[in-house]
Structure formats: structure tokens, C-alpha cells
């Protein structure tokens, strides 16, 4: 039969709540990151990233922090909007079989409440 | 700007049978890059390009998916012969710079591929 993917984590945030995605990155030695945000239906969108120098930058209504101690990483949204609505991954570019390669997490999907 | 392309949108065949996928990069993008998202998955790299050489297919399940980019810009990936667990979208991107450095992938729409 067909097989089924996995549960994706799911955060509801009521409309104009500030949203915060977390993510676990797995390579210490990843120097690059960036917030991807996928739609039903639609190839992933770059939001806003961050190199490993940095523990934070801004954007219009994100932010993002880099905690390289614990390799994690968490998305802030002000202000949510329904449009925000989506599933929301992060990726780092970590070295791998000879090349860097931009490596997906599992995503989260946010659902906003108007 | 016109975005990454690809075709077809949707495609339903019976394991077994093969199948093709096309992409379209954004123009005078070097880097070329085919991702497998699996339901409920992230998106998994499965080849990369940097004009028409492959920089890394260690995850391309060589018996059966192939790519090629032979003039350095669209490309094809195709799966023969397909099997249930190929059930996925297959998502190209793009990029300007070299292969892992940084900066965005630009993503088309992705094609969806269900085997029954």
C-alpha cells in the first residue's frame, strides 16, 4: 500500500501573535543556514538566513537566532498573518560525500488562526 | 525574473514504468540542484550541478534514477524502473553561486510523481 509520511510538528498561533519555530541542526561544523517556507502545493521560499558568525539577524517581521552551543536555531515571526500559514523548514550547509550540500530538517507546520 | 520551471506539474504511473522530469533553471544560473520530498519529509538532495558536470550524486539511487544536464542548463531526471517508494515531489532549484556556498536556492514547483 501507500506508504504515510511522517507527523509533521504543528504550531496555531492566533492572528497577530508573534510565532516562534524551533529546529535542531546536526552538524557543528555547518557554517551557513538558512529558514525555507513551503506552501501547500509549492516549491520552498527562502525567508531569511544566517552564517555561523553571526548569532542573529533581522528581517522584515523574522528574525532569526543561531545558538551554536546547543545547535539550534529558531525562526521568529511578528505579527502573524494568515498568509504565514505554511510549513516552515530550516536547512544548513554542512560538508558531505566530497561537496557541501544545503540539508533539510523535517519542517514544521504553522497554522494561523484569524 | 522568470522563475525555475519545471514539467510536468503531476504524474501517475504504475511501478515498474519510467518516467521523466524536466527543469528549467533561471537563467545564467550555474548550479543546478534535484531534490526527493517525500509526504511529510524535508527535501533530500539527490544531485547537484555546476554547469553541466555533476558535483555530487552520493545520494542518487544510481540503479534506477538517472540526470543529465548536457548543455549546462535545462536538465532531466528520470527514474526507471519506478517503485512505490517513489512516490514523492521532485523539486529543482537553482542558484547562482558555486555548489555549497552560501546563498539561496531558488525553487520551481516541484512535480509530483505517484506509482500505484
Known amino acids: 500500500g501507500e506508504s504515510v509520511g511522517l507527523h509533521l510538528p504543528t504550531l496555531s498561533v492566533q492572528e497577530g501573535d508573534n510565532s516562534i519555530i524551533n529546529c535542531a541542526y546536526s552538524?557543528?561544523?555547518?557554517?551557513?543556514f538558512i529558514w525555507y517556507k513551503q506552501e501547500s502545493g509549492k516549491g520552498p521560499q527562502f525567508i531569511i538566513d544566517?552564517?555561523?558568525?553571526?548569532d542573529k539577524r533581522q528581517g522584515q517581521r523574522v528574525t532569526v537566532l543561531l545558538n551554536k552551543t546547543v545547535k539550534h536555531l529558531s525562526l521568529q515571526i511578528a505579527a502573524t498573518q494568515p498568509g504565514d500559514s505554511a510549513v516552515y523548514f530550516c536547512?544548513?550547509?554542512?560538508?558531505?560525500?566530497?561537496?557541501?550540500?544545503?540539508?533539510f530538517g523535517k519542517g514544521t507546520k504553522l497554522s494561523v488562526i484569524p | 525574473e522568470a522563475g525555475v520551471a519545471q514539467s510536468p506539474r503531476y504524474k501517475i504511473i504504475e511501478k515498474r514504468q519510467s518516467v521523466a522530469f524536466w527543469c528549467n533553471p533561471i537563467s545564467g544560473h550555474a548550479t543546478l540542484y534535484w531534490y526527493q520530498q517525500i509526504l511529510g519529509q524535508g527535501p533530500k538532495l539527490l544531485i547537484q550541478f555546476q554547469n553541466n558536470g555533476v558535483v555530487d550524486d552520493s545520494q542518487l539511487p544510481k540503479d534506477r534514477f538517472s540526470a543529465e544536464r548536457l548543455k549546462g542548463v535545462d536538465s532531466t531526471l528520470k527514474i526507471q524502473p519506478a517503485k512505490l517508494e517513489d512516490s514523492a515531489v521532485y523539486l529543482c532549484?537553482?542558484?547562482?553561486?558555486?555548489?555549497?556556498?552560501?546563498?539561496?536556492?531558488?525553487f520551481g514547483e516541484g512535480s509530483r510523481l505517484t506509482v500505484l
Open positions: 536547512a544548513e550547509n554542512m560538508y558531505g560525500a566530497g561537496s557541501y550540500q544545503l540539508t
Open positions: 544566517i552564517r555561523s558568525n553571526m
Open positions: 532549484a537553482s542558484s547562482s553561486r558555486a555548489p555549497g556556498s552560501t546563498g539561496e536556492l531558488f
Open positions: 552538524n557543528s561544523a555547518s557554517d551557513y
